[in-house]
């Protein structure tokens, strides 16, 4: 496997790492989310659990085994309420939304249109959930260069 591709496996790896904290992590906020949210929540939890089956599907095709979800993951703070969630669900976003930043600078094609197209769907719930934006979502955190090893975010 050349660098680049390996580099590539790693983002993918840690796209789905993120992808199934997203879908733990949304497993609270449904247990938390006031009603009128609800939907919303249900939404997202469904997007995420779709784009986790189908990173699995893209790492067995370059060969390699699909990262594990862990039997739970650490909540970043309490919640208890459903602000709470509201808050939670912004964080999973923000977090996910970083992850696919770094598997858009790895890859290239289709998987790159993919990888920007889920960034651009996890800055579009973040906004919603949090009520504000930023200008390079899933940039923000990343103050230094790139180090060529992709994050892997806890919920």
Known sequence: MSEAQDRELRALQAALAAEHAAVYGYGVVGGRIAGGRRTEARS??????ARRDALVREVRD???DPVAA?????LPFGVPDPAAAVRLAA??????AAVYSDLVRASGGERRRAAAEALREAAVRAARWSGESVAFPGLAERAGP???TPSVPAV
């Open 62 to 64: 370059m060969g390699a």
């Open 44 to 49: 997202a939890y469904d997007a995420h659990r």
């Open 91 to 96: 964080v999973l976003e923000n977090r996910v």
């Open 146 to 148: 790139p180090s060529g």
């Open 70 to 74: 862990a039997a739970g993951y650490a």
